[in-house]
C-alpha cells in the first residue's frame, strides 16, 4: 500500500532546515538517516496528514530533536499536541500550504515558489489514492484534484514513488479515472440496487484481498459523492440509483 516505502523530504531555507512527513514510526533505519541529514540548524517538522507512514515517526522525532510539529488545522488526533496549526494560503518555511482534503481530511500539500509541488497522498505518482469514508470524502478529492489542474506547478514529490512531471495531465487522468469509476458504479446501479461490496466486486474485479479491500473503500466514497449530489439513495445497506 506504501509502493516502496514513505518518501520524507528535507528542505533548506532560510531559517534552517525542515522535514515533511518523518515517516512511519517502525523504520528505525529511515528515522535514523532523517536525524543524520537535519544537520546542525534543523528547524521544523511539517505533516502532510495524520496517516501512521507519514505520522508515525513525528512524536519520537519531536522527542529526540526538540523541534516543533506543523500540521493541519483540521489534525484529528487527540492524543497528539503539536505545536501549531497550518492554514490553507499561509506560508512556511517559504512554502505555500494548499489544505486538500480527499485522501485525508487534514490533507495539506506544500508548494514551492520555483514549481515544486510536494502532494503527500494527494497525488501519487505510482498509482492512485485510497479515499476511505468516513475520514476520506471523494467529493472533496475530486474538487482538489481539479484546484491542482488549475495550477501550475512543474514538479511533484509525492508522499510515495518517485517525482513526477508533467502534473497537470497526469492529475487530468486521476480526476478522468474517477469519473469514469462512477459512471461504471452509476451503469452498474441503472441495471439492479445492491450492496457496496456487490458492486466494488462488480467494477473493480480484484482478487488480492488487499487491493479489493482498498477498492471497497474507494466505491464508498464514490457512493457517499453520488448520494450527496442526489444521484443515488441508500435503503438499509441497498444502494439504488435515483
Not at 532523517?34 to 496517516?51: R, S
Not at 478529492?141 to 481539479?146: E, G, I, V
Request: include cysteine.
Amino acid at each position: 500500500m506504501t509502493y516502496h516505502g514513505t518518501n520524507s523530504y528535507i528542505i533548506d531555507t532560510p531559517d534552517g532546515r525542515f522535514i515533511i512527513d518523518p515517516g512511519p514510526a517502525e523504520d528505525s533505519a529511515h528515522f535514523e538517516a532523517i536525524v543524520e541529514n537535519l544537520g546542525a540548524n534543523p528547524a521544523g517538522i511539517l505533516l502532510t496528514h495524520h496517516h501512521s507512514d507519514h505520522f508515525g515517526a513525528v512524536p519520537a522525532l519531536r522527542e529526540r530533536t526538540g523541534l516543533p510539529v506543523y500540521v493541519s488545522r483540521a489534525f484529528p488526533d487527540d492524543a497528539f499536541e503539536p505545536d501549531g496549526f497550518l492554514e490553507d494560503g499561509q506560508v512556511v518555511a517559504g512554502l505555500t500550504v494548499l489544505h486538500t482534503p480527499g485522501h485525508a481530511s487534514d490533507h495539506l500539500c506544500f508548494a514551492r515558489p520555483d514549481g515544486v509541488l510536494f502532494t503527500g497522498d494527494h497525488v501519487m505518482s505510482w498509482n492512485s489514492s485510497i479515499v476511505s469514508p468516513p475520514d476520506g470524502n471523494m467529493r472533496d478529492y475530486c474538487a482538489q484534484l481539479q484546484r491542482l489542474i488549475e495550477r501550475d506547478d512543474k514538479i511533484c514529490l509525492p508522499g510515495h514513488g518517485p517525482e513526477l512531471r508533467d502534473l497537470r495531465p497526469y492529475a487530468q487522468r486521476l480526476l478522468a479515472n474517477r469519473m469514469r469509476r462512477e459512471a461504471e458504479i452509476l451503469a452498474h446501479l441503472s441495471n439492479t440496487s445492491d450492496s457496496l461490496q456487490n458492486i466494488a466486486t462488480s467494477v473493480y474485479r480484484k482478487s488480492d484481498p488487499h487491493i479489493a479491500l482498498a477498492a471497497e473503500r474507494n466505491v464508498a466514497a464514490h457512493l457517499e459523492k453520488l448520494l450527496s449530489e442526489s444521484r443515488v439513495i441508500q435503503d438499509e445497506g441497498i444502494w439504488k440509483a435515483t
